[in-house]
């Protein structure tokens, strides 16, 4: 994230990888049904299904939502701009605002049906690949953290906002394949997207807009 020293061969080859692992999935997915993978793990998913579990996965899920989400984003960036942190709240707007748009976009170009959604849980109506939530609730939750994160704290207290966004983030991701709304490739695939969008943010903020 921002907050972290800026190495370019680090951050080149991040942003890079995740991209690239992003392309290996895309090629391999199908524009209709599982991969092995994807058989694979829901199966694994399926067998521990239960009653308490799925009403807490149907909580989590709607973390990640757009109804949600993008409220308090809004609540957010107001505050930042009245705090005098523009910047910041620039930064925040386009990491989430823009993974929401390329993510929009993906779903138009790959065009993969969604699989059947267990639990009677409503099936979207936009199409599979990759996962929106995955994919907008990492870029949230991480430049979330970032923002209510200072420098003067202890080391454990910064690492638990971390580990929280971290976990709160594979939560939800591993909720859309568990209610059955996405393949697990499309999750995966969304956490891939997001970690080279935040990673270019970082790049293009620590290249040009720190010259500003």
């Not at 951050?11 to 690239?20: E, G, H, S």
């Not at 870029?139 to 994160?149: K, R, S």
Request: some cysteine; overall charge positive; charged content about 15%.
């Amino acid at each position: 994230m921002i907050r972290l020293k800026f190495h370019p061969t680090r951050d080149y080859t991040l942003a890079a990888a995740a991209a690239v692992l992003f392309a290996g999935i895309a090629y391999i997915v199908p524009a209709t049904g599982p991969t092995a993978l994807d058989v694979t793990v829901r199966t694994f998913i399926h067998s521990f299904a239960g009653p308490a579990l799925t009403a807490a996965m149907e909580v989590v899920t709607q973390l990640g939502g757009g109804w949600f989400l993008f409220p308090i984003g809004a609540l957010v960036v107001t505050a930042l701009y009245l705090a005098g942190r523009r910047r910041d709240a620039a930064l925040f707007a386009v990491a989430v605002l823009g993974a929401n748009i390329l993510d929009e976009g993906m779903k138009l170009v790959f065009h993969r049906t969604r699989p059947d959604a267990w639990f009677d849980y409503p099936l979207p109506r936009t199409y599979s690949f990759p996962s929106g939530h995955s994919f907008v609730s990492f870029c949230f939750y991480f430049a979330l953290a970032e923002i209510l994160i200072r420098d003067e704290w202890p080391r454990p207290r910064r690492l638990a906002v971390w580990a929280a966004a971290a976990l709160l983030t594979l939560a939800i991701g591993f909720s859309r394949a568990y209610l059955g709304v996405h393949y697990p490739t499309d999750v995966l695939a969304g956490y891939l997207a997001a970690v080279a969008w935040t990673t270019l943010i970082r790049i293009a903020h620590h290249t040009y807009w720190e010259a500003i």
